[in-house]
């Protein structure tokens, strides 16, 4: 009973086992393709194998979770009807993968519905399709070049969805007005970056020239392009043959358009070479228009201070200047970058200058002797980071001072940074004067004669009083004299009255 029973169970397995086998093998599923593109339409092909005789086969596709969003099914089903055993079934289908679709691994299903001994039946199977973005290449280069050697940078934009590697930019050099000195080179471009590309390129004339290139990049993924399909009749059946090109390197074509600038359409020159460091109120520029009459603006890309950016308008055959805020902090020879926009046109410059130190000077040790005769000595000191040439000590007359030779004037010299010279200075006063003005004249490093005035003030004891406003300190020092010989007398009275204590003692 029990081995009866057994087998029973057996055949029963057997049978729902036989039963839950697939009649229908998905065999494979094709896009031609290493990887699938965003935009892009692609065919798909789904490839069944029965086990079994079926009728009324359907084959069809949809997308499984997340890829409803980024995959678009064009045609989804397609009819195979009857399919003997080992008799392959091909559905085509045409899917889109969306525009903003991120690469990655999608899933879809294919299923297949048929009928078998009159029972309807479904089968499926995810499959997974690869989509990995492709680049776009963008390029953008400047509107106007200098006639001569001008060294450009291209802005190239990767506007797709995939990284494009090995960039190479090549030129045609048959026209004699332009024409490339170099070619250009990136390793790699990612999504949505722009990197600048320099190359040199020589123009000549006053026109409108392009410069045709070959531009190439490659893919980092293999990428199949279909380029003809063929059809075959044998017998009963047909064979259908596609043949595709890797597309993995792509190569575009095209032109670069420049405005050529004539040499000196624009003649950009500053007022003087030597500034001193730190703020400058008159950083001047001198421009020339040879182009014709034209609005400028002129902008400076380093070291000013508020508005760096002013326009003029100049007729053609003249020369204006415009002037900027500047400051710059460290001496030696600097270079200012300029731009000039006029008429569409753009023209880029540096301008050199030669930061050099400030004279300041200041009298120290001031005294002032004499009752009718004044002698007024000295020392005069540069307290700045650059050295006055020629350097001239006077005094002013007035109805009420009279300089007395020799000593009206005192010639000190050269003072270098740091340095001092010492003066002496003669002059008849009436009573009612408080202060002797005198005079500092000196030259700069361009040449330039620099005057200063500075006012010595007279007290009644006939030395100076001290005056911050004119940078003497001779009042301060009679004052720390004063001061020591208070001190010597208090010590000495101290000793005295020791002295007399120990005595008595």
Not at 287 to 314: C, E
Request: charged share 25%; with cysteine.
């Amino acid at each position: 009973m029990k081995k009866s029973f057994f087998i029973f169970l057996s055949i029963l397995s057997l049978f729902l086992i036989l039963n839950t086998l697939n009649a229908v093998e998905f065999t494979s599923i094709d896009y031609k393709n290493q990887y699938l593109e965003p935009s892009k339409t692609y065919d798909l092909w789904v490839v069944i194998t029965p086990e079994k005789e079926i009728n009324n086969t359907i084959i069809g596709i949809y997308p499984y979770g997340e890829s409803k969003d980024y995959i678009q099914i064009i045609k989804g089903k397609d009819s195979e009807g009857q399919l003997f055993p080992s008799e392959k079934g091909v559905g085509h289908f045409i899917i889109k993968i969306k525009d903003d679709a991120p690469s990655k691994d999608y899933k879809i299903v294919a299923y297949c519905n048929y009928t078998e001994d009159n029972k309807q039946y479904s089968e499926n199977r995810i499959f997974t399709i690869p989509v990995r973005g492709a680049p776009t290449i963008t390029i953008e280069n400047p509107p106007t070049i200098n006639e001569g050697v001008n060294k450009i940078y291209l802005k190239i934009t990767n506007k797709g969805t995939g990284t494009a590697q090995n960039i190479k930019m090549q030129f045609n050099n048959d026209d004699n007005h332009i024409y490339a000195l170099s070619e250009g080179y990136i390793d790699h471009i990612k999504p949505g970056e722009t990197r600048l590309m320099d190359v040199k390129i020589y123009a000549s004339g006053d026109s409108i020239v392009k410069l045709p290139y070959k531009l190439t990049h490659s893919n980092p993924y293999d990428d199949l392009q279909l380029t003809d399909k063929t059809e075959t009749e044998q017998g009963d059946s047909n064979t259908i043959t596609y043949n595709y090109k890797n597309q993995k390197i792509v190569e575009e074509t095209g032109n670069l358009i420049f405005k050529v600038i004539p040499k000196n359409v624009v003649e950009l020159e500053v007022n003087k070479y030597n500034y001193p460091v730190g703020e400058v109120n008159n950083f001047t520029l001198s421009i020339k228009n040879n182009y014709k009459d034209a609005n400028f603006i002129i902008t400076i890309g380093k070291y000013y201070l508020g508005n760096n950016q002013k326009s003029l308008f100049i007729k053609h055959g003249e020369k204006e200047n415009i002037s900027f805020k500047t400051k710059i902090n460290e001496i030696g020879i600097k270079e200012i970058p300029i731009k000039i926009i006029f008429d569409g046109n753009e023209i880029n410059k540096n301008i050199s200058i030669n930061v050099i130190g400030k004279v300041q000077l200041v009298l120290t040790g001031v005294n002032v002797g004499g009752m009718n005769e004044k002698t007024i000595t000295g020392d005069l000191s540069n307290i700045g980071t650059t050295k006055a040439k020629s350097v001239l000590v006077s005094i002013k007359r007035t109805d009420d001072i009279i300089p007395v030779r020799p000593y009206e004037n005192y010639f000190v010299g050269t003072l270098n940074a740091d340095d001092y010279g010492s003066f002496e200075l003669h002059c008849q006063i009436n009573e009612n004067v408080s202060g002797v003005p005198i005079i500092i004249t000196y030259r700069d490093e361009d040449n330039n004669l620099i005057k200063m005035e500075k006012n010595i003030s007279i007290s009644e004891n006939g030395q100076i009083s001290n005056n911050e406003n004119y940078g003497s300190n001779g009042g301060f020092i009679n004052y720390i004299i004063i001061g020591i010989g208070v001190l010597f007398c208090i010590g000495v009275i101290y000793l005295i009255y020791r002295g007399f204590v120990r005595k008595n003692e």
